[in-house]
């Protein structure tokens, strides 16, 4: 099976960042719209949707104290990292990571993907 220009610009994202485990990119809904992740990140569509909730609460939680639209969420856990990227107001990128990785080189990836996926939309 051929994969999706989605496909590739997620692959990128997640190949080219030690540590990465999955990236995913999500309608507004969680749906998953394509995705990439390694075998350590089995749920990548679960955490999409998941994921995409917190972006949207967070969003509207900004709106409420008039803070403008968030680009990025990046959550930070003891065992993983995640970085939730704008593409639209209808579609994120969620990028899963170790959290041992590097999260100035994840946001790098994550916003660059954001970009080549909003491109080819």
């Known amino acids: 099976m051929r ?21 995913i990119f999500v309608d507004w809904e969680g749906e998953a719209v394509d995705e990439f992740a390694t075998p350590a990140e089995p749920e990548i569509r ?31 856990f003891q065992r993983q990292q995640v970085i939730i990227s704008r593409v639209t107001d209808e579609y994120l990128l969620v990028l899963a990571m170790d959290a ?6 994840a ?8 970009v080549r996926l909003r491109e080819e939309m």
Do not use: M
Request: proline share 3%; net charge negative; charged share 20%.
């Open 3 to 23: 994969s999706s220009t989605f496909t590739e610009i997620l692959e990128e994202a997640v190949t080219s960042l030690p540590g990465a485990l999955g990236a």
């Open 107 to 114: 946001l790098e990836q994550a916003r660059h993907a954001a």
């Open 100 to 105: 041992d990785a590097n999260l100035g080189r």
């Open 46 to 76: 679960v955490t999409g949707a998941q994921w995409g909730v917190a972006y949207y609460l967070a969003r509207d939680l900004c709106a409420k104290h008039a803070l403008g639209v968030p680009g990025e969420v990046v959550l930070r």
